[in-house]
């Protein structure tokens, strides 16, 4: 197949379906009837904590595991079976993966050479590609003699040299430092967009997520918690675990009665889907933003742990046996020490609420560790 | 293919991003080092352990029967009876075990580091029992138990040599391959199209080209060494023909046949090293042209 710039912007995006994925390993089910549609030309990513099952979808999507039951279907054709060198599907790892023994170029040109393309027209695309990651003056470089993001651009140019029907991108970012990853992290996006090739992420970076992805699939053991939006998934998290494992949330026991809760001694309606079944006994997700607090000497709260993010500052309040993280503007921040009384309040229209052994038994390995004082 | 943006690359890459990483050579960078004398006395001892034996075999290999220095034992090496014959079967035997150790160990070892890296620990004991059990009883079994055509053929050697040579092959060749992070290399090849065979042919065995090498060398001097067993199955090897040689009339002969053998081994390693240095810079050149 010819490769041309007009192919690239043309949107040639593939629909990706997984149709209940089951894969276990020995008595691990890492995928645990997996279910999930990718539109032609989105940008998904899979969240979830380690042993998730993420990467292991992605594996199973290009080919490199087997499945024990289920269905992987591109463009309405059954790739289940078929090997992975068949599948067409570009893939950057998440370790350097170019080959040592070879140039930045030749690195490029080696999926071309496997579809039997003549040198010249290799080393052109190869040349192109190289140009496109901003890397053309660096071809006759070797793995050893670059840095590890002119790395991961040279093996995103060597997956997209086969024009994929499929870009699979498995914590490519990881191995980076801050600044470089941040970079890296527009770029792919952009380049994304720009070329409309369908793109599957693996991460469990929620910056990288909620600021690259069309769509978010969250994951928990083997299954999808949440298929959403990332403002939708931020906003409107559909279960605990979701709330817990995506931003902040701080956990406040309540009592549910008639879809309400009292909270702070505030009445709160509670959030309609998963939370509307909950009765009795339990605990209400809270994001540092749903809670708004007063400075009162004779106020409930008292500042226990703060923290400067820089427009942001994250305090910690005590209230009685709960703790509740909240986020103030800087400027406001600043006035606020350890140990200040605080009247708190809830600022969202509507609170999630989980029943409170669901909450005990979410996973909480990958949540970001707690706010210190700064 | 036009760049994305108007002006250039989407990627418009920072300037610490794009740094290469710096190649260090010893004549750059100026270390100051304290000698400690313990060192230096730790390797003129191990120095002189190598080097008073290789002295003393060479100049006794130098001596005429008068004591005095000669090339003597040398120049009559060539024509001395049954060498010529000895060392083209040695030769063709460390070939035939070259070839097949290599064709027997480097899938084998490739395919349990990728597909049964549980294996690798039971590889590893496995493939020490050579060294643990006797030649002589490996020998002494087999010259039992294979038929009589085959006692005949001295690539019975090459076979025994075969399991001999495995400790070491293996070792060698699962360090090279430990040095790469061999699934990723060879999961990237398959998703860009590659099968086994152009993925081990392109990509693996070029990435563990020293590992290989040093196998290689490893079996070679092994074959050239290894006397009980080709003593026991009458084969008359370089090590069998230097044990048979008269040592009361022609001992420096027989040493200078030993020193050969050494110098040999060294010339050959040096060389097979310096062709895989200019392949490497060849190679480099072409690509980056």
């Known amino acids: 197949m010819a490769y041309s710039s007009s192919q690239q912007t043309a949107g040639a995006g593939a629909a990706v379906s997984l149709e209940n994925l089951v894969r276990t390993f020995g008595s691990v089910r890492a995928l645990d009837g997996l279910s999930l549609k990718i539109e032609p030309g989105e940008f998904m990513a899979l969240l979830g904590p380690s042993g998730c099952g993420k990467t292991t979808a992605l594996r199973v999507l290009a080919g490199f595991e087997l499945l024990d039951s289920g269905r992987v279907v591109v463009d309405g054709v059954d790739l289940s079976n078929v090997n992975a060198r068949k599948r067409d599907m570009g893939?950057?790892?998440q370790s350097y993966s170019l080959f040592p023994n070879m140039n930045a170029l030749n690195n490029v040109a080696f999926g071309l050479r496997m579809r039997k393309q003549a040198a010249s027209q290799r080393r052109k695309k190869?040349?192109?590609?190289?140009?496109?990651?901003g890397l053309a003056d660096q071809a006759a470089k070797y793995p050893h003699q670059m840095s590890g993001g002119q790395q991961q651009r040279v093996a995103l140019a060597r997956a997209l040299a086969i024009e994929p029907r499929v870009l699979l991108l498995d914590e490519p970012l990881s191995a980076l430092d801050a600044m470089v990853r941040a970079e890296l992290r527009?770029?792919?996006?952009?380049?994304?967009?720009?070329?409309?090739i369908t793109t599957v992420f693996v991460t469990h970076d929620q910056e990288e997520v909620l600021s690259m992805a069309d769509r978010v699939c969250v994951m928990s053991r083997g299954h999808i918690e949440q298929v959403a939006t990332p403002a939708e998934l931020y906003s409107r998290p559909g279960t605990a675990f979701v709330a817990q494992f995506v931003g902040i949330s701080s956990r406040v026991p309540v009592d549910v009665a008639n879809k309400e809760v009292v909270i702070f001694g505030q009445r709160c309606p509670i959030r309609s889907g998963d939370s509307s079944s909950v009765v009795g006994a339990a605990d209400a997700l809270l994001r540092p933003e749903d809670i708004a607090i007063e400075v009162d000497p004779?106020?409930?709260?008292?500042?226990?742990?703060?923290?400067?993010?820089?427009a942001m500052t994250r305090l910690v309040i005590q209230i009685g046996d709960t703790s509740v993280r909240v986020d103030v503007?800087?400027?406001a921040g600043a006035d606020i020490d350890l140990g200040t009384h605080v009247r708190p309040s809830i600022v969202a229209r509507d609170v999630l609420v989980a029943p409170r052994k669901e909450i005990t038994a979410v996973d909480t390995s990958a949540t970001p560790p707690p706010p210190t004082v700064s | 293919m036009a760049p994305l943006s108007g002006a250039g690359s989407v990627f418009e890459v920072s300037e610490a991003e794009n740094q290469t990483v710096p190649e260090f050579s010893t004549g750059t960078i100026r270390r100051r080092r304290r000698v400690r004398w313990w060192r230096v006395v730790v390797l003129l001892l191990s120095g002189a352990f190598f080097i008073i034996p290789l002295y003393a075999g060479i100049k006794f290999s130098l001596q005429n029967v008068q004591g005095h220095f000669s090339f003597q034992a040398y120049e009559k090496l060539p024509s001395a009876?049954?060498?010529?014959g000895a060392l083209t079967l040695s030769l063709k035997i460390a070939l035939v075990t070259m070839v097949v150790s290599t064709l027997l160990m480097v899938p084998t070892a490739i395919y349990v580091h990728v597909r049964l890296?549980?294996?690798?620990r039971l590889l590893d004991v496995v493939t020490v029992l050579p060294i643990v059990i006797p030649p002589i009883v490996l020998i002494i079994g087999v010259l039992g138990v294979f038929p009589l055509w085959a006692k005949s053929s001295p690539y019975l050697l090459s076979f025994m040599y075969v399991i001999l040579s495995m400790p070491f092959v293996y070792r060698s060749l699962d360090a090279g391959l430990g040095a790469i992070d061999l699934?990723?290399?060879?999961?990237?090849?398959?998703?860009l199209g590659g099968n086994w065979l152009t993925t081990m042919w392109r990509i693996v065995l070029p990435n563990i080209r020293p590992a290989l090498l040093s196998a290689t060398v490893l079996t070679l001097a092994l074959v050239f060494g290894e006397y009980t067993m080709a003593s026991l199955d009458l084969w008359t090897t370089i090590p069998v023909w230097i044990a048979q040689f008269q040592v009361s009339t022609d001992g420096p002969i027989q040493v200078a046949a030993s020193m050969m053998g050494l110098i040999g081994t060294w010339i050959l390693l040096m060389l097979v090293v310096s062709i895989d240095r200019s392949q490497s810079r060849r190679t480099r050149r072409k690509q980056g042209a």
């Open chain 2, 81 to 84: 009876p049954g060498f010529t």
């Open chain 1, 298 to 310: 004779n106020g409930k709260g008292f500042v226990t742990r703060k923290s400067f993010l820089g």
């Open chain 2, 183 to 191: 699934k990723t290399l060879t999961e990237a090849s398959r998703s």
């Open chain 1, 329 to 331: 503007r800087s400027d």
């Open chain 2, 117 to 120: 890296p549980r294996l690798r």
């Open chain 1, 91 to 93: 893939m950057v790892f």
């Open chain 1, 186 to 196: 527009d770029q792919i996006r952009s380049l994304q967009q720009r070329l409309a």
């Open chain 1, 126 to 133: 190869a040349g192109e590609l190289l140009e496109m990651v």
